[in-house]
C-alpha cells in the first residue's frame, strides 16, 4: 500500500481480503508503512467495517511494526 491514495488503497484493500477468503487465510499481512500514519489510520478503519475481519492489529516489531497491519480473518 505504501505510495498509494487512499481510494486506491481501500480498493487494494478489498481485493486482497477477497483473495484471502477464497484461498482460506486465516490472517494477512497489509503493509501501509509508517509515514504519517494517516495510510495506516485509513486501513484499520477500512479494516473495523469489513464483513470478512474479525479482528486487526499493529504488526510486531518482527512483523515490521508500525508499518504494518496484521487482520485476523472470519
Known amino acids: 500500500m505504501r505510495g498509494y491514495r487512499y481510494d486506491e488503497a481501500m480498493v487494494a484493500v ?4 477477497d483473495q484471502a477468503v477464497l484461498s ?12 504519517t500514519g494517516a495510510l495506516q489510520k485509513g486501513v484499520q478503519n477500512h ?11 499493529n504488526g510486531m516489531p518482527s512483523e515490521g511494526g508500525f508499518g504494518v497491519t ?3 480473518l472470519k
Open 47 to 57: 479494516l473495523k467495517q469489513h464483513k470478512s475481519v474479525a479482528s486487526y492489529r
Open 24 to 35: 482460506n487465510y486465516e490472517q494477512v499481512y497489509i503493509i501501509h508503512g509508517k509515514g
Open 14 to 17: 478489498d481485493q486482497y481480503l
Open 70 to 72: 496484521v487482520a485476523e
